[in-house]
T-cell receptor, first 114, second 114 residues
Framework: DGGITQSPKYLFRKEGQNVTLSCEQN?????MYWYRQDPGQGLRLIYY???????QKGDIAEGYSVSREKKESFPLTVTSAQKNPTAFYLC?????????????FGSGTRLTVV | AQKITQTQPGMFVQEKEAVTLDCTYD???????LFWYKQPSSGEMIFLIY??????QNATEGRYSLNFQKARKSANLVISASQLGDSAMYFC???????????FGGGTRLMVKP
């Protein structure tokens, strides 16, 4: 079945560590996105990529980095520069451009700083 | 830039009754799409319904319908015959003119009472 796989489901990070969240899709979608969700809040865009080897900053890119070396993969690294990384991270994908179905989302990664 | 406002942080509805979740938006784009997503406690985002800014008729999908009032910039979600499984967070979202970026509101938590 086609879909988006995020791993791990839960992730614990020590202060000062970089961690990488995985996002893989087999939907043949061109565009991929990373969102952050804090408890009781909406989703905020971190980074997005419309094509391979290209990506743009969203509204809250500071402290995060991404790469898009393959169409299927869009990993997110939470760096030590991100001062408050504890949140729920959602990856999404789409064909790019407007779609009646919006985005397809993964099941999320819950990151906690310990 | 797009903005979505959901003014109801939480709502209760009796099982089998209808409920309306409010959404107002602000955009300077001449063409845009409006989306509603459901987020159960498990965290995944489930697409519910889409309305294009030039669509003449209100969108419907099963028990979901969208009350689109373009002049008022509102896109309220109506859920008919509420079920216990409808208890979740509901997010309204708008895309930009190119259809390549979704902006989400803060969400409404719906609780269905038996």
């Amino acid at each position: 079945d086609g879909g988006i796989t995020q791993s791990p489901k839960y992730l614990f990070r020590k202060e000062g560590q970089n961690v990488t969240l995985s996002c893989e899709q087999n939907l043949n979608h061109d565009a991929m996105y990373w969102y952050r969700q804090d408890p009781g809040q909406g989703l905020r865009l971190i980074y997005y990529s419309q094509i391979v080897n290209d990506f743009q900053k969203g509204d809250i890119a500071e402290g995060y980095s991404v790469s898009r070396e393959k169409k299927e993969s869009f990993p997110l690294t939470v760096t030590s520069a991100q001062k408050n990384p504890t949140a729920f991270y959602l990856c999404a994908s789409s064909f790019g451009g407007r779609s009646n179905y919006g985005y397809t989302f993964g099941s999320g990664t819950r990151l906690t700083v310990v | 830039a797009q903005k979505i406002t959901q003014t109801q942080p939480g709502m209760f509805v009796q099982e089998k009754e209808a409920v309306t979740l409010d959404c107002t938006y602000d955009t300077s784009d001449p063409s845009y799409g409006l989306f509603w997503y459901k987020q159960p406690s498990s965290g995944e985002m489930i697409f519910l319904i889409y309305q294009g800014s030039y669509d003449q008729q209100n969108a419907t999908e099963g028990r979901y319908s969208l009350n689109f009032q373009k002049a008022r910039k509102s896109a309220n979600l109506v859920i008919s015959a509420s079920q216990l499984g409808d208890s979740a967070m509901y997010f309204c979202a708008i895309d930009n003119n190119a259809g390549n970026m979704l902006t989400f509101g803060g969400g409404t938590r719906l609780m269905v009472k038996p």
